[in-house]
């Protein structure tokens, strides 16, 4: 088939580069985010998918909206058999739905219904998932909604972050896309809608949703600090600066600390929850390089009693 390729993060790039090997398909152009400001210089940089094209010799489409008029003539002229989606980052609206003969299929990663939205390796990890996945579906006007036509499942394990799963899920759902187009040529594949049941929803993680509240039990920061890495970031407040958790271990042992409190030793930082305690392995304070968190204790000199997340950023 005659495919246009939908994406703009590097986490699309895999599956790109699995339609362009494949021999059955042609990507006969990609539609991917305008350039965007970036660096110190705010010099404009174009997407992962964006620079993956021009080195494969594929024009690339950067609407601003994906609704501009000099846009869909494009998609026209090329009159795509069907577009592949992954990580594209704009609403499709329904005039560009109806351009190619076999719709948009999206490459989402999660299993759904579960977690449609814009960040479903994040609240897997967050809501303590041990399952998840991809999925391929027809992409339709509503929030992931569309028929389902294949899926692939992942194991989610226990010191995965959001970006460990999903590099992981990138690789293997790069081939379930490449085996849906396959389906959809060959007419041996057929969608399925979608059930009514299990639905739940993943909007994309804001900074504020990344502060970690210690009244929470420990298990649960750490799938915070997991969830939000290595975007937004977790975070918490330390005398009045915001101190980013870039790793933790919650430990067994009851302490006694309460939530927040900090416990310095030689080797290692312990601080309290609403249950057990967590170390902080590394951390990262405001204008620094990430360290270790027991080197980050030595340097602060932290008095008996400090806690983190009390009051707020200065």
Same mark, same amino acid.
């Given at each position: 088939m005659k495919l246009v390729f939908a994406g703009t993060p590097e986490v699309a790039v895999p599956a790109l580069d699995a339609l362009i090997a494949s021999e059955r398909h042609e990507v006969a152009a990609v539609v991917t985010r305008p350039d965007a400001p970036a660096g110190r210089g705010r010099r404009l940089i174009a997407s992962p998918v964006a620079e993956?094209?021009?080195?494969?010799? /594929?024009?690339?489409?950067?609407?601003?909206?994906?609704?501009?008029?000099?846009?869909?003539?494009?998609l026209r002229e090329i009159a795509p058999d069907c577009c592949p989606v992954v990580a594209y980052g704009a609403l499709l609206p329904r005039v560009a739905l109806d351009v190619p003969a076999n719709g948009w299929v999206n490459l989402?990663?999660?299993?759904?219904?579960?977690?449609?939205g814009a960040a479903p390796v994040q609240h897997a990890i967050m809501a303590g998932d041990e399952i998840t996945g991809a999925s391929t579906f027809q992409i339709e006007e509503g929030l992931d909604s569309g028929p389902v036509y294949?899926? /692939?499942?992942?194991?989610?394990?226990?010191t995965d972050t959001s970006g460990d799963l999903l590099t992981r899920l990138a690789l293997a759902g790069a081939g379930l896309l490449v085996a849906t187009?396959?389906? /959809?040529?060959?007419?041996?594949?057929k969608a399925v809608p979608q059930p009514a049941e299990g639905i739940t929803v993943a909007p994309k993680v804001a900074v504020d949703d990344a502060r970690i509240d210690w009244n929470t039990p420990a298990?649960?920061?750490?799938?915070?600090?997991?969830?939000?890495?290595?975007?937004?970031g977790a975070w918490t407040v330390f005398r009045g600066e915001r101190l980013k958790l870039v790793q933790v271990a919650p430990v067994q042992e009851h302490t006694g600390l309460a939530p927040g409190e900090l416990a310095p030793g030689k080797k290692q930082v312990l601080v309290g929850t609403?249950?057990?305690a967590v170390e902080l392995l590394w951390v990262q304070a405001q204008g620094k390089k990430p360290m270790r968190g027991a080197d980050w204790a030595r340097g602060a000199r932290i008095a008996p009693g400090e806690r983190l997340g009390a009051g707020d950023v200065g």
């Open positions: 993956r094209a021009e080195e494969a010799g /594929i024009e690339a489409l950067k609407p601003a909206k994906p609704r501009d008029e000099a846009f869909l003539a494009r989402h990663f999660s299993l759904l219904p579960a977690w449609r294949g899926t /692939i499942t992942e194991a989610v394990r226990s187009m396959d389906g /959809i040529e060959d007419g041996t594949l298990l649960r920061v750490d799938r915070v600090v997991r969830g939000c890495s290595p975007a937004p609403g249950s057990h």
